[in-house]
């Protein structure tokens, strides 16, 4: 071996080790503070705890919780953050720990991060875990990235069947799981039941779609949009209502003996929580799904005698596995929800779109990151 050759042998090791310290790069929606997100190049992330797993993202939404984060309503995301808390990936790498899902494997993110061991998890209300709860997107970085890092990978990555529809399983990380729990199940549905669906958005229609898993007599879906009423009546609403032109309390109470046995909400506001609570009938039941950012004004002296319950709350996706099925069964179309498509590095023009809802008629989006 002559000397030169030496050098450059000597020289190639140590260029690998620099390469090899520098971080990886890839793209993610980073909020910078109110009203300002950017598509930008940060460090890929990397296995913190023995419980995480590194995903690479095949598709993401945008929720309608993204938007309120723009808007500065919840100030727990702090500037620097990359949003998203839905989505469905490939794993590219698991901790130590991980022992049901591994390299490869395609999983649903579920929203909603869990420990599994800790007190609220052995009740399976996960949204509560205390090394977990609704943390993508807000406490720890999101899924509107090429790769995400998921703590305690174990019970919050849920494994994908085969040949599934992909872009269906991305609305069980929040929006199915949701209106189910926290409409659905929590409203007592049953069989025969008149409901009412305040808010035709994409928590209302899951909720719509999941309330048929029980054969309720009539669903009335209440909106602003008639549009999105229209949309509402192919997935199963049997009467609507455009509360902007109608007086949508008195038509039901019109239309029904003393109101209906169920109200689901799904909008978040006072006047949307009024009209529940001025159509539920004695024994009834009040869903509250929508996100408040004020107080509401209780009729209880009117609503005390008639035996109403009222609950509220946020997912747990304790009922994520039971969704799945119903998805790969085909007994549930929740793609039927999806109405516009975009790459991921569109996902400026993306926010633009799903951030005017009603005049770009949007339900759900869907980004992928396939040809990235
Ligand atoms: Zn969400
Ligand atoms: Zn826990």
């Not at 080790?17 to 520098?22: D, P, Q």
């Not at 997107?137 to 849920?158: C, K």
Request: charged share 20%.
């Amino acid at each position: 071996m002559t000397s030169p050759t030496s050098s450059t042998e000597l020289q190639h090791p140590l260029q690998t080790i620099v390469e090899l310290n520098a971080p990886q790069m890839m793209h993610a929606l980073v909020y910078k503070g109110s009203g300002v997100i950017e598509w930008i190049e940060v460090p890929k992330p990397l296995l913190e705890k023995p419980t995480d797993a590194i995903v690479r993202i095949i598709k993401t939404t945008i929720c309608g919780t993204d938007l309120g984060i723009i808007k500065g309503k919840v100030p727990s995301v702090k500037a620097g953050t990359t949003l998203g808390h839905e989505g469905v990936g490939i794993i590219e790498e698991v901790g130590v720990a991980v022992k049901n899902v591994k390299k490869g494997d395609r999983v649903i993110i579920s929203c909603i991060t869990a420990d599994g061991t800790c007190e609220y998890c052995k009740k399976q209300l996960y949204s509560h875990c205390e090394d977990g709860g609704w943390i993508l997107g807000n406490l720890i970085n999101g899924t509107q990235a090429q790769y995400v890092r998921i703590p305690h990978a174990a019970n919050s990555l849920y494994a994908i069947p085969e040949n599934a529809d992909e872009e269906a399983l991305v609305m069980l990380s929040d929006i199915l799981p949701t209106g189910f729990e926290i409409g659905v199940l929590n409203g007592c549905v049953k069989p025969g039941d008149s409901i009412a669906i305040v808010g035709a958005g994409p928590i209302g229609i899951a909720a719509l779609l999941t309330a048929q898993f029980y054969s309720p007599a009539r669903i009335y879906m209440i909106d602003v949009d008639d549009n999105r009423l229209a949309m509402a009546r192919k997935f199963g609403a049997t009467n609507t209502i455009n509360s902007a032109t109608e007086d949508a309390v008195k038509k039901i109470m019109e239309q029904t003996k003393d109101g209906v046995d169920v109200c689901i909400e799904a909008v978040g506001l006072p006047a949307t929580f009024d009209i529940c609570q001025n159509i539920v009938r004695p024994g009834g039941h009040v869903a509250n799904v929508g996100v408040h950012g004020h107080s509401v004004q209780l009729e209880i002296q009117k609503l005390w005698i008639q035996n109403i319950t009222i609950t509220m709350g946020l997912v747990n996706t304790n009922t994520t596995p039971m969704l799945l099925k119903s998805v790969a069964s085909g007994k549930l179309d929740p793609a039927r929800l999806i109405t516009h498509h975009f790459e991921l590095h569109e996902i400026l023009k993306a926010y633009e779109v799903f951030g005017n809802a009603s005049k770009e008629k949007v339900l759900k989006v869907i980004l992928n990151a396939d040809t990235l």
